[in-house]
C-alpha cells in the first residue's frame, strides 16, 4: 500500500502530530508512505529527510497553480491513496485529482476537523463530495459529520497514537530551575495554540482560585496564538504573574510534561487530544474538560478528572483536588500510561489506518462534481 500524505501548515499541532506519526508508522511496517509538508514548517522539519518528502506551499484555499503542481507529483508517483491532514489540504487535493487525467486510480481520504463542522459553501460542499472517507480521531467527530450529513459509510474512526519509545527516549527538564520557581512549588502544565477554542482565560480564572488554597502553585501554560496579548493582560488583571508563566511555542513538549505534576487542557470546543494522551505516556494525571473526544480519552476517577467547560469553579476545584493528594496523582499517571499502552499505540494507529485505507480502495468510487464550482 503506497500511500501520499498532504499537510499544509506551518505550526506543530494535533493534526501535524498525527500525520508525522502515521507517516513513520506506516514505513516501519513496511509501507511506502510519502508526505508533502511546508517547507517551512515543523512537520517539515521534524519529518526525516528522503526521496518522498515533497515541499508545497499554496499561497490561498483556491491556489490552481499549487493544485496543479500537486496533480503532477500524483501522476507521477501514483499512490493508492492520497490522505489530506488539514483543512487547506483537502481543498488542494480536491482539486489536484480534478486537474489529474482519468489514468489517475489514488483514492481520497481526510482526515476530519475535529473543532467545527463541515462548511457549506459552494466550493466546500463540493469538495467534500469528493473525499472517499473521512478518518474521525473519535466517535464525537463521526456523530458530527454525520449531523453535517456525511453518509456514515463515508468516515471511520482511527484514534490517535502514541510513540511510547519516543516518550520515554526524551529527557526530562527541571522546569523548577529553569523558570526560577520555588523548589517544591506544585506545577500544572497545559500545552496548546493560544486561540479562543483553546479557552486558556478559563484555566486561568481557574488558577486564581486555585492559589487560595495552593498558594504555591505554579501554572505553564505553552504555546503561541492570537490571544497571547489578551491572556498576559488577564493575568496582570488577577496578579498572577507569579504564579501563570506563558512560555510560548516549545518543541520539547515531551521532555517538558516530565517535568509537570499535572497537566490540564480547558478546551471548549473540539479540544485536541494529543498533549492529554503525551502526558497520559508520562504518567501525569489529568484535568480535561468534556468536549470533543476528550472524555473518549480521560477516563474519569481513574486516568484523571474531567470538568465541565467554562467553569472555572469546577476547574480550579478539580486541580485543587490533585494537587492536595499525590497519591491520586500516581495512581491515576499510572493507569494513564497503562491507558495508551493498551488502546493507543502506533502499531494500532498503522493497523486500523491501513485497514481503513484497503477498504477505500475496494470499494467502488465516489462519484463528485467533474470540477469545482465556479467563483462567484
Not at 137 to 142: E, G, I, N, P, Y
Not at 159 to 184: C, F, M, Q, S, T
Not at 215 to 225: I, N, S, T
Not at 292 to 317: M, N
Request: glycine fraction near 8%; include cysteine; proline fraction near 6%.
Amino acid at each position: 500500500m503506497f500511500s501520499l500524505h498532504v499537510d499544509t501548515s506551518r505550526s506543530w499541532r494535533g493534526r501535524q502530530r498525527q500525520a508525522l506519526l502515521t507517516v513513520l508508522g506506516l514505513r516501519a511496517h513496511g509501507h511506502r508512505a510519502a508526505l508533502v509538508a511546508h517547507p517551512d514548517g515543523e512537520l517539515r522539519r521534524r519529518a526525516s529527510e528522503g526521496t518522498d518528502l515533497y515541499p508545497f506551499a499554496p499561497r490561498t484555499t483556491m491556489d490552481l497553480s499549487a493544485a496543479w503542481k500537486l496533480s503532477r507529483l500524483m501522476r507521477e508517483l501514483q499512490p493508492d491513496v492520497v490522505h489530506a491532514h488539514d483543512r487547506q489540504a483537502m481543498a488542494m487535493t480536491a482539486l489536484a485529482l480534478s486537474l489529474g487525467s482519468s489514468a489517475l486510480r489514488t483514492r481520497f481520504v481526510a482526515s476530519a476537523p475535529v473543532d467545527s463542522h463541515l462548511q457549506r459553501n459552494a466550493f466546500s460542499r463540493w469538495q467534500n463530495q469528493q473525499v472517499e472517507c473521512f478518518v474521525c480521531l473519535s466517535d464525537f467527530v463521526k456523530s458530527m459529520l454525520i449531523d453535517d450529513g456525511v453518509p456514515a459509510e463515508r468516515s471511520a474512526v482511527v484514534r490517535e497514537g502514541v510513540d511510547l519509545a519516543h516518550v520515554n527516549a526524551a529527557p526530562p527538564i527541571d522546569l523548577h530551575k529553569e523558570y526560577w520557581l520555588p523548589h517544591n512549588a506544585p506545577l500544572v502544565g497545559s500545552i496548546g495554540d493560544l486561540v479562543p477554542h483553546a479557552g486558556q482565560r478559563y484555566l486561568i480564572d481557574a488558577a486564581a482560585i486555585v492559589v487560595r488554597s495552593v498558594p504555591d502553585a505554579r501554572f505553564l501554560l505553552v504555546g503561541d496564538g492570537e490571544l497571547d496579548e489578551m491572556l498576559r493582560h488577564q493575568i496582570k488583571h488577577l496578579h498572577l504573574e507569579k504564579h501563570v508563566l506563558l512560555a510560548g511555542f516549545r518543541p520539547d513538549e515531551l521532555s517538558l510534561l516530565k517535568g509537570v505534576d499535572l497537566y490540564v487542557t480547558s478546551a471548549v470546543a473540539g479540544g485536541s487530544m494529543g498533549g492529554v494522551l503525551d502526558a497520559m505516556a508520562c504518567s501525569r494525571p489529568v484535568v480535561a474538560t468534556d468536549t470533543g473526544g476528550l472524555p473518549e480519552v480521560v477516563q474519569q476517577g481513574e486516568t484523571g478528572l474531567v470538568v465541565p467547560t467554562r467553569d472555572a469553579a469546577s476547574f480550579a476545584d478539580a486541580i485543587v483536588t490533585l494537587l492536595e493528594h499525590p497519591d491520586r496523582r500516581t495512581e491515576y499517571g499510572r493507569q494513564g500510561l497503562e491507558r495508551v499502552r493498551r488502546h493507543f499505540s502506533v502499531d494500532r494507529l498503522v493497523d486500523e489506518t491501513t485497514a481503513l485505507y484497503r477498504n477505500v480502495a475496494d470499494r467502488p468510487r465516489v462519484t463528485g462534481n467533474p470540477g469545482p464550482p465556479s467563483a462567484d
